[in-house]
C-alpha cells in the first residue's frame, strides 16, 4: 500500500493504492477493519496527533474511539465484491467536529477508473453517490477508562496536541449527529413507517458472550470491527428463521450499512443481539434489518445498526 498527497485534493487529503489480501476481504468483518486502520492513519496525519499511541493530559492511554461507521456502496462496488488481487484508489480526508471528536470520511474506487483520480465532493458522497465507488463515513470520539480494568462508563479525553484547526467544516446538513441521535431513540437509522417496506413477524435474539479470542482488541476493548460481525451473526439467525441457506446469504448484497456505538462492555458480559427484518414491497429481495445490541444483564444498549441489502428473490436457497 502506498499513501500520497494528490494535486487538486483538498488541503491534507490523501490517496492510498490498495491491493486486497485476504486480511481484508471475504464476509466477516476483515474489510471494516481494515477501513479503521485507514481512518487512525488519516487522523494521524491529518491532526499531527499518532493516533495509536495517544496519551490524555494525565497521562493515561487515549482512544479514538468508533462512535458512528457507515459503508455505503451500490451492485457495482459493495464489501462483498471485493476478493483477493482486487486493486483500490482509496481517497480520504478529516473533517472539523470539535476537540473532542473527528469525522473522517473515505471514497474507494477500483484502480484505474477515470473517476478515481477525482477529488472529494461533499456533495457526491452525501447526495449523489455513484454506483461504482463506496463511501465510508466513522465519526470517532476521544475516550479513556474511568476506572482500571473497565470497559464501562468510558469518557471524553483527548490528546493534549489534537489538531482540528486546519481541518475543514462540515456543513451542517451532512453532520452524522442528528443521524446517530435519532438511531440511539429509534433503534433504527431508517423510520419505520418508510414507504416501500412492511415489517415481517419474524425476529431473533442470539445470546453472544463476549468471545475474548475474537472479540478484544489490543488494549482490552471490545474491537470495533466485532460489532459487525456480531450484527452478521443476528442477520444470520434471522435469515435462517426465513428458511434461507448459507450460500444464499453470503451471496446478498450489503448496500448500505450504519452503525452507532453506545458503549463498550466488559470481558465477562453477555449481551443479547435482537434482529428484525422489513421486506421491500416494489423491488423483490431489497430489505432492511435492524440489529440492536444490549448488555444482557443490565438491559443497557451498547449498538444499533440498520443494514440494507439485496438478493435475489428467486434464487432456490434464498427464498423463504
Not at 477508473?113 to 455513484?130: G, K, M, N, S, V
Request: glycine content about 10%; hydrophobic content about 35%; aromatic content about 8%.
Amino acid at each position: 500500500m502506498t499513501i500520497t498527497s494528490k494535486p487538486g485534493l483538498r488541503p491534507g487529503s490523501t490517496t492510498r493504492s490498495v491491493t486486497v489480501r485476504p486480511g481484508m476481504c471475504g464476509p466477516g468483518s476483515l474489510f471494516v477493519g481494515q477501513l479503521g486502520d485507514w481512518t487512525w492513519e488519516t487522523v494521524s496525519a491529518q491532526c499531527d496527533t499518532d493516533v495509536f499511541a495517544a496519551r490524555d493530559a494525565d497521562g493515561n492511554p487515549t482512544y479514538l474511539a468508533f462512535y458512528y461507521f457507515r459503508v455505503r456502496g451500490g451492485r457495482a462496488l459493495h464489501p462483498g465484491a471485493l476478493t483477493f488481487g482486487d486493486r483500490l484508489t482509496v481517497t480520504s480526508g478529516c473533517y472539523d467536529q470539535g476537540t473532542e471528536s473527528v469525522l473522517t470520511l473515505h471514497r474507494i474506487d477500483r484502480a484505474g477508473a477515470a473517476e478515481a483520480e477525482r477529488p472529494l465532493d461533499l456533495h457526491e458522497f452525501y447526495e449523489q453517490p455513484r454506483d461504482g465507488s463506496l463511501y465510508v463515513e466513522n465519526f470517532n470520539r476521544w475516550v479513556t477508562r474511568s476506572a482500571p480494568g473497565s470497559n464501562e462508563g468510558l469518557v471524553k479525553s483527548s490528546p493534549p496536541g489534537f489538531r482540528n484547526d486546519g481541518l475543514p467544516r462540515l456543513p451542517a446538513a451532512y453532520s452524522p449527529r442528528a443521524v446517530y441521535r435519532e438511531a440511539r431513540t429509534a433503534h433504527t437509522f431508517r423510520d419505520l413507517a418508510e414507504p416501500g417496506f412492511r415489517l415481517l413477524e419474524e425476529t431473533v435474539e442470539v445470546e453472544h458472550p463476549v468471545d475474548i479470542v475474537r472479540d478484544v482488541n489490543g488494549v482490552g476493548l471490545l474491537y470495533f470491527a466485532s460489532y459487525f460481525s456480531m450484527v452478521d451473526k443476528a442477520a444470520l439467525a434471522l435469515w435462517h428463521r426465513l428458511g434461507r441457506s448459507d450460500r444464499a446469504f453470503l451471496r446478498r448484497i450489503v448496500v448500505d450499512q450504519q452503525m452507532c456505538y453506545l458503549g463498550n462492555a466488559d470481558l465477562d458480559s453477555v449481551l443479547v443481539l435482537h434482529a428484525r427484518v422489513r421486506a421491500g414491497t416494489a423491488e423483490p429481495g431489497e430489505e432492511l434489518v435492524d440489529v440492536v445490541i444490549r448488555d444482557r444483564d443490565s438491559g443497557r444498549v451498547i449498538a444499533v445498526s440498520t443494514l440494507h441489502t439485496l438478493h435475489d428473490a428467486h434464487d432456490p436457497e434464498g427464498e423463504a
